[in-house]
């Protein structure tokens, strides 16, 4: 069994910080890509950025302001999120590509989700 933790998230005013984890635990052999996703009220779920297990990042465009980071042997990734917008209030979600103990192949998991409201 795989699980996906996240952890950072709150309330913070237009323009403050504020850097997400997500932390995997269980029979873990491998972690491939990780990521952030958002979902706003009445959104779909977006992606906000991934990275690969070498470090390779990519983002959607409208996030420059956040960076995406992990560490491997900690099996965690984080997301820093720097100058805050209203707009970036959502619901985050960390998602990975886990090879579980027993598997030939990844499976996707996903974290709980952690709130993060910006006000204005």
């Known amino acids: 069994q795989v699980q996906l933790v996240e952890s950072g998230g709150g309330l913070v005013q237009a323009g403050g910080s504020l850097r997400l984890s997500c932390a995997a635990s269980?029979?873990?052999?491998?972690?491939?890509?990780m990521g952030w996703y958002r979902q706003a009220p009445g959104k779909q779920r977006e992606l906000v950025a991934t990275?690969?297990?070498?470090?390779?990042t990519n983002y959607v465009d409208s996030v420059g302001r956040f960076t995406i980071s992990r560490d491997n042997a900690k099996k965690m990734v984080y997301l820093q999120m720097n100058s805050l917008k209203p707009e970036d209030t959502a619901v985050y979600y960390c998602?990975?590509?886990?090879?579980?103990?027993?598997?030939?192949?990844?499976?996707?998991?996903w974290g709980q989700g952690t709130q993060v409201t910006v006000s204005s």
């Open positions: 998602n990975a590509d886990v090879v579980g103990l027993g598997y030939l192949y990844a499976h996707d998991y």
């Open positions: 269980g029979s873990i052999v491998r972690i491939d890509n």
């Open positions: 990275i690969t297990s070498g470090g390779r």
